[in-house]
Every structure is written in structure tokens, then in C-alpha cells.
């Protein structure tokens, strides 16, 4: 499904791109009920002043400039102020990704290049991909100038919206660092290589999200829900011996079966 449709420019070179959502949410939805007879909880919207209830189609836009004072905005005003340069992705200049920390990073599309736009989207991916660099983009989504991180991939051109710098938080709480031995840092150092693997996002699941779906089917069937006994966990105090059997396990579980 498209998201929105755009043009990407660098210099005087205009691609025309769509932009799909690279993810998706698949978290179970529980719905609020009443306790007493499981009927569903509904939420109205209502008029402060009438109390009359509100459909959509009777909402509008309003911003707040005194106390209870309000401005009405259109979605068409909305619109009818953003420029074409704005509309449209501008690469700002170019980046090494491991120059950006991950807290920057927002939401996740990929780009496509729409007809007449292939070979010059080729060429940018293409670029990038040789350079080892990234895009820094901006456009408007919504109300809000957007920062955006134009990422090649072998098989194409990811771009993720980014936070801007006020919106990130410091860091809430520093932690006094304690001294790390020789010793210490040489056997993380193997615990780590012992346990590189290539990332293959196929291995991964949301476990926790189907053992909740067995729970539910179980209950739909009305059959007794069992739960499995709290794993128990061999506390090993002593840092040095918890990375020795850190590593014993890595190799293990490195073994073919």
C-alpha cells in the first residue's frame, strides 16, 4: 500500500519515488470490557459547551491562542502553504551511517522509484552503495518539517524519518564507571566473538506474542490453561566465572547438532 507519493531531489536532479511502509504491527489487541458482563467499553466523543455527541465529519482543526479562545485550520491551509520544494524530499548533503546514533532513527519506508524516475534512482542507490554513504533528506509530513535518512540497500533505497535534535532527550541517568581489568576485557572480548553470527532477521520471532496466542486459543476451546514452571537461574556472582560459563555455552550451542 503507498504511503504518500514525492519527489527526491539532489542538485537539479528530480526523481519521482513512492514510499511504501516497511513495517508492520503485529501485536495482539485486547479490547476493554465491561467486568460485570463482558460487553464492550465505548468511548463518545462530545461537545464541551452542548454536550451533544460528535461524529467526524463535525470536527474541525483548532489551535489554542488564549484560553479557550481558538483559531480554526483548514486541511486545505494546511496544504495550500507548503511550497513544491517542500513537498518534495531535498537531499541536504551526504553521511557515513555510523555517524548517526540509532536514537535518531523514527519510522521506516521503502522508497520506489515511479516511472521515468528508474535510471536516475539506479544511479543514486548505486552511488551511495560505492561511497558507503547515506542521504540526509527533509520534507514536510503532516504539520511538521521532517528529517529523513536516505539508506541504499542492495536491493534498493530505505528511508527512515528522523527525530530532530530538541527532540531528543539527554541521557536520564549517567552511572559512575567502574575500572575493567585486562583480564576482564580480554574474556568479554571472546565471550563476543564467540557468539558472532551473521544477522538473519528470518531467525528471529516474537515469542512471547505466540505463547499469548496459545493462551487465548486455549481459553476459546475452554480447555485448562497450564502454565509451565519459573525456570530456575543458577546465579554465578563472580563476573570472571560467569563469562568462562558464558563462553562454554556459546560454544556449545555453536556445535552441530
Do not use: W
Not at 537531499?91 to 523514527?106: G, M, R, T
Not at 524516475?117 to 547515506?134: D, N, P, T, V, Y
Not at 557468539?195 to 505466540?210: H, L, R
Not at 476451546?221 to 563469562?243: H, N, Q, W, Y
Amino acid at each position: 500500500m503507498v504511503s504518500r507519493k514525492s519527489v527526491l531531489t539532489f542538485g537539479m536532479v528530480a526523481i519521482p519515488i513512492a514510499l511504501y511502509t516497511a513495517t508492520q504491527d503485529n501485536d495482539i489487541r485486547f479490547n476493554q470490557l465491561h467486568k460485570e458482563d463482558n460487553s464492550r467499553i465505548r468511548y463518545k466523543k462530545t461537545c464541551a459547551h452542548c454536550g451533544k455527541e460528535i461524529g467526524s465529519g463535525d470536527i474541525v482543526k483548532g489551535y489554542e491562542y488564549d484560553k479557550d479562545k481558538y483559531v480554526v485550520i483548514t486541511e486545505e491551509e494546511i496544504e495550500k502553504i507548503k511550497t513544491e520544494k517542500e513537498k518534495s524530499i531535498q537531499i541536504l548533503h551526504f553521511a557515513k551511517l555510523n555517524q548517526i546514533s540509532p536514537v535518531y532513527y523514527d519510522r521506516t519506508y521503502q522508497a520506489v522509484p515511479e516511472a521515468g524516475g528508474e535510471k536516475a534512482f539506479e544511479l543514486l542507490r548505486a552511488s551511495l552503495m560505492a561511497e558507503q554513504k547515506i542521504a540526509i533528506g527533509k520534507t514536510v509530513f503532516g504539520t511538521k518539517d521532517t528529517l529523513m535518512a536516505i539508506i541504499p540497500r542492495e536491493d534498493g533505497i530505505l528511508i527512515s524519518t528522523m527525530f530532530f535534535e530538541d527532540e531528543i532527550r539527554e541521557l536520564q541517568k549517567q552511572y559512575s564507571k567502574p575500572a575493567v581489568s585486562e583480564q576482564e576485557l580480554n574474556m568479554a572480548k571472546v565471550l563476543i566473538n564467540s557468539m558472532d553470527t551473521p544477522f538473519n532477521p528470518e531467525k528471529y520471532q516474537d515469542e512471547y506474542q505466540i505463547k499469548l496466542r496459545a493462551l487465548i486459543e486455549t481459553k476459546i476451546a475452554g480447555r485448562e490453561v497450564v502454565f509451565a514452571e519459573p525456570e530456575s537461574t543458577g546465579k554465578i556472582i563472580d563476573l570472571m566465572d560467569a563469562l568462562k560459563a558464558s563462553i562454554e555455552h556459546a560454544k556449545k550451542d555453536k556445535e552441530p547438532a
